[in-house]
């Protein structure tokens, strides 16, 4: 045993944390009761953009869904693997594109099914709050157009002399 206190002992949003990987769980879920073919559920929205607006690029599809070209190469590697999509050879030959596969297309309709259905019962939880969540999240967003969270941080960092 040592003296050190473990840090992650104290999470101050780890009820938040847990409630979004229980709610990922149920989404999950739906997917397997479904037999969805192993569909994971951090796919979706990537595969309902490429069903409405055509193939397009890693690039194209990381600002189409709010994410790095990073994390959505490697996203779009895994789903290659899994059979969901397919990459074709862009305009330039240097790009390429993201092509959803025939699997993918036999099922993006259920998907977006899914995608209205899972809004709606968020919209209905919602309506039981006396606080809602989408207003936490813009009061949130507004305290960190103020000092950014990582201000908040780096200021905590700066009188941590274990960061030194």
């Known amino acids: 045993m040592t003296d050190f206190d ?3 002992d104290h999470a101050v949003w780890r009820s938040l ?4 990987a229980a709610l990922d769980a149920d989404i999950a879920r739906v ?3 479904a037999d969805l073919g192993g569909l994971k559920p951090v796919w979706v929205k990537e595969l309902i953009k490429l ?3 055509g193939p397009m690029t890693i690039t194209e599809l990381a600002v189409a869904v709010g994410r790095t070209h990073s ?3 490697q996203k779009v590697s895994a789903m290659r693997a899994a059979g969901w999509v397919r990459t074709a050879a862009g305009a330039d030959g240097r790009t390429k594109k993201v092509v959803l596969t025939e699997k993918a297309e036999a099922v993006v309709e259920r998907l977006a099914a899914e995608w209205r259905a899972t809004e709606a019962a968020v919209a209905e939880i919602e309506a039981e709050l006396p606080y809602p969540m989408t207003r936490v999240v813009r009061d949130i967003e507004e305290v960190l157009r103020r ?3 990582r201000d908040r941080i780096a200021e905590r960092l700066a009188e941590d002399p274990a960061w030194r």
């Open 6 to 8: 473990d840090p992650t």
């Open 17 to 20: 944390w847990d409630l979004q």
């Open 31 to 33: 997917y397997a009761e």
């Open 51 to 53: 069903h409405a607006r």
């Open 71 to 73: 994390a959505l190469s």
């Open 147 to 149: 000092k950014s969270f």
